[in-house]
C-alpha cells in the first residue's frame, strides 16, 4: 500500500490539460519505449473517421477496463489515465502490486468531442471561458449513454463508433473493473458504484479529504439515485431512469428517452456477473457552501420548483434566438444537433420533473445551504452552457455566409452570457481547484476500488 501512496503523493503540477494529439503521442512514446508491457493499437474510428486507440499494458489473465472522455467536456481522467500508464510501466514495484492484470486504457473515448472542447483546455478556467468553448453531445451521440438497451418498451440498439470500440473491448475481455472517468463542473466530490461497498467508503472520504476538497452534499445529480453512503450512490442505469420516468409520467418512458441507450456497467454485466465499476465525479470550482448543511429558511421543494422554472425562461430566450435563424443555417456541426436534442429534451423531461417535485415526501423540508446554492447559483452556471453552443452555431454560420444576423444572434448570445457570468462572479465566490487535486482523488478512488473488485472476483 505504500507504492500505492507514493504513486499518488508523485502526481505532478499540471497547468493545463492536454489535447487529444498530446495524450496519443504520449501513449505512443510509451508503447515505443516499453514494448514488452505495452501495446498502442486502434480498436476503432469516431463518427468524423479518428482514429480511437487503446493502451494495453501487463498481459495478465484479469482484465481492467479505464477509459476517458465518457463526456468530451471531461477531461479530468484523461490527465489521471496519462499519469497512472506512465507509472504502470516504468515503476514494476507498482505495477506488481495488482496480480495477474492486464490494463485496456482509452485515454480519449470520444474523439471529435473532446477536440471540440480544446478551446477552454489551456484555460482561462473561468465559467465563462468554459461556457463559450463548451460541447456536449446530443444523449444519442454520447459514448457514456448509447450502450445497447431493451426493457420493456425501450429498444434501443444503436450504438455510436465510439461506444461500439469501448463494446469491443469489453466483449473480448470481460473486465473485472470498469472505470469510467467522468467529472462535474462546480460542486464537490461524489462517486457511483454499482453495487454496495462499504469498505470503499472511508478510502473514498479520505481521497478528497486528503486534498482538501469537500463532498457533494446539495442536490443529487438525478434525484432517483440510491444512496449508499455520503456522496456515495448506486450507479444509476437506464433501466433507473425507465422506472423514474414511468412513475412520474402517463406518457411511455421510451418516449421520453428518445434514442439514447444505457451504460457500460449495464453492458459489461452481460459478459462479467462480477464486473464492478466506479464513476468518480471531480469538480473543477469550489464554494465553502458546497458542504454546508445548515438549514436555510426555504424549502427544497420550492427552491427546485423555481429552478425548473428559471430553466423554462432560459430555454425559451435560447429558441426564440435559434428558431428565427435555424432554417437558414448552413454549417452542418454536431453542436447544431446538440442543441436540438436539449432543448426537445428538456421539453420532455422538465414535466416530469416538476411532478416529482411537487409530489416527493422528502422535498417538503427546509434546504440546507448546500441545496439552496445547487438550485440557486451553481444551477445557472450549467444554463450558460447551452447559449455557448448556440453562439458557436451563429459564429460558424456567420464565417460561412458573412451574413450580418448570424453575427447580431452571436453578440445577442455573449451578451446574455456575459451578463450572466458578472452576476455569477460576485455570487459564486469560487476558487479554481487544481488540476493535480483532481488528478490524486480519482487515482487513489480508482486504485483501491480495482484492488477490491480484483479481490472480489
Known sequence: MDLIKAVIKNVPEYEYFKTVDELNESSRKLAEQYPDLASFYKIGESMAGDAIYCLKIGNGSRAVLMYGFPHPNEPIGSMMLDYLSQQLVENEAFRNSFKDVSWYVVKVADNDGAKLNEGWFRGPYTPLNYALNFYRP?????????????????????????TRALMNIIEEVKPIFIYS???????GVYNYISDDAPILYPIFEKAYEDQDIPAALGEPEMPYALKFAEAVYKMPTMRDTYDYYAANTDRDPAEIIG???????????????????????????????IEDLSETESIRRDLILANLEDTKWEDHKIKE????????????????????????????????QENWAKTAKELEKKATVAEAFDNQQVSKTYKMLLWGMLRRIMLLNYEKTNDEEF??????????MKDMSDKLEKELEYTIIPIKKLVQIQLMSG?????????RS
Open 181 to 187: 472517468l467522468h467529472n462535474a463542473g462546480f460542486g
Open 259 to 289: 434514442k439514447a441507450g444505457t451504460c457500460s456497467y449495464e453492458y459489461g454485466k452481460q459478459f462479467n456477473e462480477k464486473v464492478f465499476e466506479l464513476v468518480c465525479e471531480v469538480p473543477y470550482y469550489y464554494n465553502p457552501k
Open 407 to 416: 453575427k447580431a444572434a452571436a453578440e445577442k448570445a455573449y451578451k446574455h
Open 447 to 455: 486504485l483501491y476500488a480495482a484492488l477490491y473488485a480484483l479481490e
Open 138 to 162: 446530443a444523449s444519442f451521440q454520447q459514448v457514456e449513454w448509447t450502450f445497447p438497451i431493451k426493457y420493456k418498451t425501450l429498444d434501443n440498439n444503436d450504438p455510436i463508433p465510439e
Open 321 to 352: 434566438i435559434y428558431f428565427r435563424l435555424k432554417d437558414r443555417l448552413l454549417v452542418n456541426t454536431p453542436l447544431q444537433t446538440a442543441l436540438d436534442d436539449f432543448l426537445e429534451s428538456s421539453e420532455k423531461h422538465l414535466p416530469v
